[in-house]
C-alpha cells in the first residue's frame, strides 16, 4: 500500500495581482479632486469677502476665479508629484503624504509675508488648508501604502 502525500507550495503574488489602484483612477480621481477643490476654494473666498475680508493683495483684488485657477494649477501640480511618487517610491502613500502636508506647511509662508491684512491672510490660509483637506486625501486612497 502506498500513500500519497499532497504539499502545498506558496506562490509569490505578482505584482500586476495586487490591488494596487491603477494610474487611470489616480488621474480621474485627481482631476475630481481638482474640480471640487477648485469650487470650495472659490466659495471660501466668497464667503471670507462677504464676511468682510478684502482679498486684497498689494492693494489688488484677488476674485474666487483667482483662487479656483490657483488651485486647479497647483493640484495638477501636485498630481504629476504623486505620479513621480507612484512610479519611484518604495511606499508611495506614505511618501505622498509626507510630501504634501510639508507643502502646504510652507505654502503659508508667503501668506504670512502678503502685503495684506490680517482677515485676507486667514482667508488665503484657510483656501490652502480646504484644496489640500480635498485633495490630499482623495489621491493618498490611489495610491498603494
Do not use: C, E, Q
Not at 473666498?45 to 486647479?72: D, E, K, Q, Y
Not at 484657510?126 to 490611489?142: K, Q
Amino acid at each position: 500500500m502506498s500513500t500519497t502525500r499532497i504539499t502545498r507550495t506558496a506562490v509569490p503574488m505578482s505584482a500586476s495581482s495586487t490591488s494596487a489602484p491603477s494610474m487611470g483612477s489616480l488621474l480621474r480621481d485627481g482631476a475630481i479632486a481638482t474640480v471640487l477643490a477648485a469650487a470650495a476654494t472659490a466659495a471660501v473666498s466668497a464667503i471670507g469677502h462677504a464676511a468682510g475680508a478684502s482679498l486684497a493683495l498689494a492693494g489688488n483684488r484677488i476674485p474666487p476665479s483667482g483662487f479656483a485657477t490657483m488651485t486647479v494649477l497647483f493640484a495638477t501640480l501636485g498630481l504629476g508629484i504623486a505620479l513621480l511618487i507612484r512610479r519611484y517610491a518604495a511606499s508611495p502613500r506614505t511618501s505622498w503624504l509626507r510630501a504634501t502636508v510639508a507643502l502646504t506647511v510652507l505654502s503659508w509662508i508667503p501668506d504670512l509675508f502678503a502685503d495684506a491684512d490680517i482677515s485676507t491672510k486667514a482667508v488665503l490660509m484657510t483656501t490652502h488648508l480646504v484644496a489640500a483637506a480635498i485633495v490630499i486625501p482623495t489621491i493618498a486612497r490611489r495610491l498603494r501604502a
